[in-house]
């Protein structure tokens, strides 16, 4: 199977805009949740503490927005009060000697919140003692049904500020064959990353907060700073934890608001109050949540022929205020989401683009006439609750869908009736016409004429699914080709891996010759 990917930007309290998404995409989930059909969720800033909530918390999208809003009303309360009072009853509030004091109170302190307070707010919620990488709470999908991988971006204080991920997982990959970005795993596990203090990690954004201190590994700050775009590393993980994957990620990226670039440019200096290097580099670094380019960028880097499998859900804030800490505007954003124009449509196409994503197709061998065109035969099978899954896309799409290879329509989709009658899994033979083992094919799950999505592990040549599975090995695989899945007498024995007859010709042919071969020494003996 081919990953599917949540990847959410940062923003402060304008997380309310990517949890307005989900609940829309939620809507159209039903009755499947956002986890289970994401194998991998990764966060910066505040989008680091959505995916915790969702993914480890294993809240629902709906109680994962209250518990935001209420935390972020708690962590931007107010701000530190200067002890200088008297230069702002002196010079009036809010003028530029009157803020004096204030600035120069927050500098003192390295931030314009306390810490204490915002430390106090995620114990409360993520509790004290939950690690990172410790077990999640109990799950009613099984142990076979391994739960999503979650992580969240940070960066450290060093002057390279380099970027880190504290996640659940590991990776394939080695710490050098990581580039820029790097997976925080310490090697004692008395340090271990709590869930608050990675939350911390991924929100301690300069100038509002202090740098979190995890113990025995450094100071880290805001995520933002490196990879306010969650889009590009979430998807350079997934490679990492997943490199032989085949077919095209699936990646759901949404964002904090896109906001309006500046009248003039290219202003001029005005004086050291209103543009010191202090409120330069703040500027530069507000910019930094404006990821839309980030996003062009990446897609224009994706083959023309997947692009269709990643989604950029955002939204025009329209003159909305941009902070990060402006609590009074949440339902502002809300609202904008809302009320944009394509959102629900948008929302709709992404979950099913999730939904189908959970299907994949398996060889029952490898094809015994290669001439083209030849016949492809194997069995469709998904991951999950199939049931659930079936009851999504058919409250979805109540005309039907078929499956499509290409410009042809290879069967219905019949839903529950693909069941299987023993242990209840989805398990649908499907046959298609291929051209060549190592050239790609597709196969679609398709609802019009006009709109369709692929299923998971495609765009691929057929051998590379052969070697997925081990029909090119002698031995076949180490788990008999049937991972993570309850072994049953009624579908395994029908989609297990099978060799072709021209092998099995060959091992018969080897056995003759062995026998006659025997045969022949024992008369040379007699003789």
Known sequence: MSPSVLAIDGGGVRGVIPLEFLLLI????????????????????????????????TWNISTCSGIFEELARRIFRSRRRSPFALLNFTYRSGSMLGNMGRWLHWLLHDSCYDARVFDDALKSVFGENRLMFGPSRDDPRGSLQ??????????????????????????VSEPEDQGDTQILRPTDIAHEPNVWKAARATAAAPFFFTPADLQGIGSFQDGGLKHNFAGEIASQISHLIWPEAIGSTRLLSLGTGITQPDVNPTPHFRHIFRDSFI?????AWMSTLGTESDWRRLKSQLDVAVRSEYHRLNVDLSGTPSTIDSVETMEDYRNLVLSQPGS?????????????????????????????????RGFVRCKGSARDLIAALNRLYPEGLTYVSGNNVVEDFNGVDELCGSCGSYIRPLSFLAHHIDHPVDLFLQASSTRRWRLSGFPERLAAFAAKQGLTSSFGRSNHGLPSRIACSSCDVASGPSRSTTQRRKRELSASTRVSKKVCFALERNT
Request: with cysteine; proline share 3%; aromatic share 10%.
């Open 26 to 57: 939620q809507e159209h989930l039903h009755p499947c949740r956002i986890q289970d059909v994401v194998d991998l969720a990764l966060g910066t800033s505040s989008g680091g503490l959505i995916a915790i909530g969702l993914f480890i918390m």
């Open 146 to 171: 391994s739960n999503s991988k979650i992580g969240v971006v940070t960066t450290s204080i060093s002057r390279e500020t380099g970027a880190f991920v504290i996640g659940n997982f590991n990776t």
């Open 279 to 283: 409120r330069r580099g703040f500027d």
């Open 344 to 376: 629900s449509r948008r929302a709709r196409d992404a979950a099913t683009t999730l939904l189908v994503s959970r299907f994949y197709f398996e060889l029952k061998e490898l094809p015994q006439n290669t001439v083209a065109p030849f016949w492809c």
